[in-house]
């Protein structure tokens, strides 16, 4: 049976992503075999990543972007924008960052000219 109490003082916490693994934990029987420690992990990883989704939401709204749902999975590769895809998924690696090499974007927005 699941601790009222419990579910109670998460919610008081803020804690509602724990409360809800929590009561979903409680009523589930594939988690019946784990370990405190186990379904405890799952519990907190739950609420961490809610926590980092919310933030990231956050951010990007106070960007202010004008596009703030574009990702790299919607670049359309059209043959007169001359964007080279294998090097914008290299770049999307971030590995120039570990190997302190200067990236050098040049043109006008959208021409795809890029120094490495």
């Known amino acids: 049976m699941i601790d009222q109490e419990t ?5 008081e916490m803020n804690l509602r992503t724990m409360a809800e693994s929590f009561k979903e934990q409680s009523n589930s029987i594939e988690y019946r075999n784990l370990s405190f420690e ?4 799952h ?3 739950k609420e961490w990543l809610k926590r980092k989704n919310n933030k990231l939401k ?3 709204t106070q960007s202010s972007f004008k596009f ?9 590769y059209l043959e007169d924008r001359n ?5 914008i998924l290299k770049l999307s690696l971030n590995d120039y960052i570990t190997t302190k090499k200067n ?14």
């Open 38 to 41: 186990e379904r405890f992990s």
């Open 58 to 60: 956050k951010l990007i």
């Open 83 to 87: 964007l080279n895809k294998q090097l």
């Open 103 to 116: 990236i050098i974007i040049t043109g006008a927005s959208g021409s795809g000219m890029i120094v490495i």
């Open 43 to 45: 519990i907190v990883e």
């Open 68 to 76: 703030p749902n574009a990702c790299l999975e919607d670049i359309e």
């Open 7 to 11: 579910i109670k003082k998460l919610y």
